[in-house]
């Protein structure tokens, strides 16, 4: 049983998270989209908003092998809770390549069983990521093809009680 971690802060999920999560699904026998709690970003969404959006896109996707949960503390150490071999990180750009490679040299040091492999989302998503379509909904515009379904509904949702 091969199984993958994929973590992010997904705030909220996208389109684009969606196809590494695919991908990462046709290669392993499980993948584990970890939301993580702790991050350093003050999310738009609580983390069990950002898990259910996760799920429900998952679901819509029809990704019977990927689950979702959070996580807080240090990745590796959910990743070897979970028994996985692998941590999944999508590469848009060059500008991604410095943090990334960095985060990866630091978790196989950390856990050097754990291999980092780094996926690429299909062009179209390229320019694509979470505060980016967060300052679209706000500003009104239209989010249908950037994120599933149920996240543009999330976001109209939020924008209207602010
Ligand atoms: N499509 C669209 N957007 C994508 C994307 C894709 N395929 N891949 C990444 N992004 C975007 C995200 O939306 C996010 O955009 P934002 O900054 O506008 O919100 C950005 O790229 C990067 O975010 P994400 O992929 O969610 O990663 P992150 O940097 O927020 O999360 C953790 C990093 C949580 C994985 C990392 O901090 C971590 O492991 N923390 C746990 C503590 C730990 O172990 N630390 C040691 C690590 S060495």
């Known amino acids: 049983?091969?199984?993958?971690?994929?973590?992010?802060?997904?705030?909220?999920?996208?389109?684009?998270?969606?196809?590494?999560?695919?991908?990462?699904?046709?290669?392993?026998?499980?993948?584990?989209?970890?939301v993580a709690v702790n991050s350093a970003k003050s999310p738009m969404f609580t983390t069990d908003e950002r898990l259910t959006l996760v799920r429900a896109a998952v679901k819509e996707a029809r990704l019977p092998n990927v689950t979702a949960e959070a996580f807080s503390g240090l990745l590796v150490n959910f990743a070897r809770k979970k028994k996985a071999s692998a941590l999944i990180r999508g590469l848009r750009a060059v500008s991604d390549f410095e943090y990334e490679f960095q985060m990866a040299l630091m978790n196989r040091k950390l856990a050097p069983k754990i291999t980092t492999v780094f996926l690429m989302p299909h062009e179209k998503y390229t320019y694509l990521n979470s505060s980016i379509v967060r300052e679209v909904a706000r500003l009104g515009g239209d989010v249908t093809d950037l994120v599933p379904a149920a996240v543009a509904r999330a976001l109209q949702q939020k924008l209207k009680h602010r």
């Open 1 to 34: 049983m091969r199984t993958a971690i994929y973590p992010g802060t997904f705030d909220p999920v996208t389109r684009g998270h969606l196809d590494i999560i695919a991908r990462a699904a046709q290669m392993f026998d499980r993948v584990v989209v970890t």
